[in-house]
């Protein structure tokens, strides 16, 4: 296959056995030489002002509905048979300057987390974007098509998944995914943001208790139920609205299984009613949805689901909470983080093969499930937490009111799915979350609440300051868990008369000919490595000549435009092999540098292995 000259091919990291198998056809990805996506951002305040730059944000739709018969997620293995209304990935971008985030909201019921590690990988090769600030969340219908392998549901409902994998649909979606992020990086905009609340009656527990104790699915209106709807509002520069993120906990089945038609269900239905109004389109993000139906719940057709009337019962609720959201800012800031939850998983469950990451066995007969949780926080009052599961609403209810961030809330079916997460106190009335599609054991609630509570209290709060007075500090750089080399400026050592770090911009500046920057690395294994730089420039300062060097490998070039020296962008610059052992590497202006010209500001270099 011959490639343009500007691309090359770069064999993409995929976590495991049974992935590489089904993914064979799409192991290689083209990268573009140089391209325009990178930490862009432009500063409004001076060095050591509580505002890092100028927030901006992007949205884009991106159509994944199939044109041919699929196989359908939710309820029994079926085929569609048509179209109701068409799916889509809504994607969100938001820049405040030093943190870019990605959120996706897809048509889909559920995908396997190592369907989400390996689309992240993909995107962290192809754009830069760390997996810490990219969220796949699903609307959970139940009639849109599958995605990827089935993870842990072919653990519980195995008679469902004995046809192939769809490897051309799922690869279609992925790259749907990356092209709209890719679009969004390059439509960034000024841009506000507002929040506020909302309440809806549109949902209804499901879990009924029999005389006997015993749950089945049905409707009890007097056990627990989330009805508040949490809304993100993110307009332009001139008021107009660019997007809204509306989060609020449903299920997806107003249709049932006998229902063959390919349809967003409630939350698509809403989404394209509530951008109708409102002018801009709309992320449906689900919420702690394990125990809460439609009030129109499993019915054979549309008509009979009063799959319209959602637009009144819950969309005109969005709009009118939006109504209701009159000041927004464009003093945002971003910080997101991560923990691991464990916790103990049921005895005598299978595990799929590519879920290896996802557990951890203490003996023979004891195991834990190592449940990913994420965070999000914009600016002060702002908490958005996540994990792959459906998780019962009186769970999210509590740590909702325990939060010390007035608005706190809670995307489910975010970057895979886990099984079903009940509270505890559930256990004892069965049913089909408890006893069917739960990995999970009586103490999972405890230690969620406990696990996410500590970290919104602690380490999210800490965040407000560790993450915008950074300092420089050389230290050693070793592989991350997926082998790739983050060079930031952090850890770099500035080596020359004037060269500065400037931590308001996590950067390097003032960089002159008789400048540099040295790493010091440490790897077990040599390798060969796709290079990533991420700088700014004045346009009258580019095309300054610098060099890349480890002890086996250089990388030339010329330093790119940017813009100016407050937007930074990033791009490969090209492939850097490295031996084994503790080394240094570094970076400096090329022989026929201008000495009357800085080289640029530069932020960080990332080794992507080959």
């Not at 085929?79 to 889509?88: E, K, L």
Request: with cysteine; proline share 6%; charged share 25%.
């Amino acid at each position: 296959m011959k490639l343009p000259e500007n691309y090359f091919v770069c064999q993409a990291a995929i976590q495991n056995k049974l992935t590489r198998m089904k993914y064979m056809i799409i192991l290689f990805i083209a990268f573009c030489f140089v391209m325009p996506s990178g930490y862009a951002n432009a500063m409004e305040s001076l060095p050591g002002s509580d505002h890092a730059g100028i927030f901006r944000a992007a949205v884009v739709k991106v159509d994944i509905t199939p044109d041919e018969p699929k196989m359908l997620l939710g309820y029994q293995a079926r085929q569609s048979t048509g179209v109701h209304d068409h799916i889509y990935h809504r994607i969100v971008v938001l820049d405040d300057g030093i943190t870019r985030f990605v959120l996706v909201s897809s048509d889909i019921c559920v995908i396997s987390p190592s369907e989400y590690d390996h689309v992240a990988s993909l995107l962290f090769r192809r754009l830069g974007i760390a997996p810490e600030n990219f969220w796949w969340s699903l609307t959970h219908t139940h009639s849109a098509p599958e995605v990827g392998v089935p993870g842990l549901p072919e653990v519980f409902m195995g008679e469902r998944y004995k046809h192939p994998v769809d490897t051309a649909y799922t690869s279609f979606v992925e790259q749907k995914l990356m092209e709209g992020v890719e679009q969004a990086c390059k439509q960034l905009v000024k841009a506000k943001l507002g929040v506020g609340w909302g309440h809806s009656n549109a949902n209804i527990n499901r879990r009924g208790i029999d005389v006997n104790g015993k749950v089945s699915l049905g409707m009890d209106p007097d056990r627990p139920v989330d009805r508040r709807i949490g809304l993100i509002r993110i307009d332009k520069e001139d008021g107009t609205p660019l997007v809204l993120l509306s989060n609020y906990a449903v299920h997806g089945t107003a249709l049932n299984g006998a229902h063959l038609q390919i349809s967003g269900d409630v939350p698509g239905i809403v989404s394209e009613y509530v951008e109708e109004k409102a002018g801009a389109p709309m992320l449906f993000i689900n919420g702690a949805a394990g125990n809460l139906a439609p009030i129109y719940s499993t019915y054979s057709n549309p008509s009979s689901a009063h799959l319209s009337q959602f637009r009144v019962l819950l969309g005109d609720k969005i709009l009118e909470a939006n109504r209701q959201i009159t000041y927004t800012t464009d003093k945002v800031r971003l910080f997101a983080g991560k923990t691991i939850i464990e916790t103990p998983r049921k005895e005598n469950l299978g595990w799929p093969s590519d879920l290896g990451d996802y557990t951890r066995s203490i003996d023979k007969d004891n195991h834990v499930i190592k449940l990913p949780a994420r965070f999000l926080k914009i600016n002060d009052d702002i908490a958005i937490w996540s994990l792959p599961v459906e998780l019962f609403c009186e769970i999210s209810n509590e740590i909702r009111d325990r939060s010390p961030y007035p608005y706190t809330f809670y995307y489910g079916y975010t970057n895979g799915w886990l099984g079903y997460l009940p509270a505890a106190a559930e256990f004892k009335h069965g049913g089909y979350e408890v006893d069917v599609v739960c990995p999970y054991t009586p103490a999972a609630e405890q230690d969620v609440k406990n696990a996410v509570l500590s970290y919104l209290q602690g380490d999210l709060k800490a965040k407000l300051s560790a993450d915008r007075t950074p300092f420089n500090r050389p230290s050693l750089v070793e592989p991350d868990e997926t082998n790739v080399l983050v060079l930031s400026a952090e850890k770099g050592k500035a080596i020359g008369p004037d060269i500065k770090y400037m931590p308001e911009w996590k950067a390097f500046g003032w960089f002159q000919h008789k400048d540099k920057v040295e790493w010091e690395i440490n790897i077990k294994e040599g390798k060969e490595y796709i290079v990533l730089m991420e700088w700014s420039v004045a346009d009258d300062h580019a095309g300054q000549p610098f060099i890349l060097e480890s002890n086996t490998g250089r990388i030339t070039g010329n330093v790119g435009k940017s813009g100016s020296w407050e937007t930074f962008t990033s791009a490969v610059i090209g492939a850097l092999k490295i031996k084994a052992g503790r080394q240094k590497i570094t970076f400096k202006p090329g022989k026929e540098s201008d000495t009357k010209k800085a080289l640029l500001d530069l932020r960080k270099i990332i080794l992507v292995p080959l």
